[in-house]
C-alpha cells in the first residue's frame, strides 16, 4: 500500500496521513486496500467536481473580469473593445 500512496501528489499523501490517523483512532487500527480506494476516488470526485473544480472556478474567475475598453482612434465614434 506504500508504494501506491507514494504515487499520490503531495497533498493527497498528507491528507492520507490525516485519514489513517483519525480510522486508526476510530477503528481496530487496520488499513485496508478499501480504505485508500475510497479516499483515492473521494479526492477523485472532488478534483472533477463540475461547479467547483479548480478548472471551473479558475473560468468563472475570467469570465468575471471586465473587458477593457481602448481610447478610440482618431476616427470618431469607433471604440475597440478587447
Not at 501528489?9 to 478499501?34: E, F, M, T
Request: charged share 35%; hydrophobic share 35%.
Amino acid at each position: 500500500m506504500q508504494s501506491m500512496v507514494s504515487k499520490l501528489p503531495a497533498n493527497l499523501q498528507s491528507k492520507w496521513r490525516d485519514q489513517v490517523l483519525k480510522k486508526k483512532r476510530r477503528k481496530d487500527g487496520v488499513i485496508c486496500l478499501a480504505d485508500l480506494v475510497e479516499f483515492v476516488e473521494y479526492a477523485l470526485g472532488s478534483a472533477h467536481d463540475p461547479v467547483f473544480c479548480k478548472e471551473a472556478l479558475n473560468k468563472n474567475r475570467e469570465d468575471a473580469k471586465p473587458t477593457k475598453v481602448k481610447e478610440p482612434s482618431n476616427k470618431l465614434g469607433s471604440w475597440e473593445v478587447e
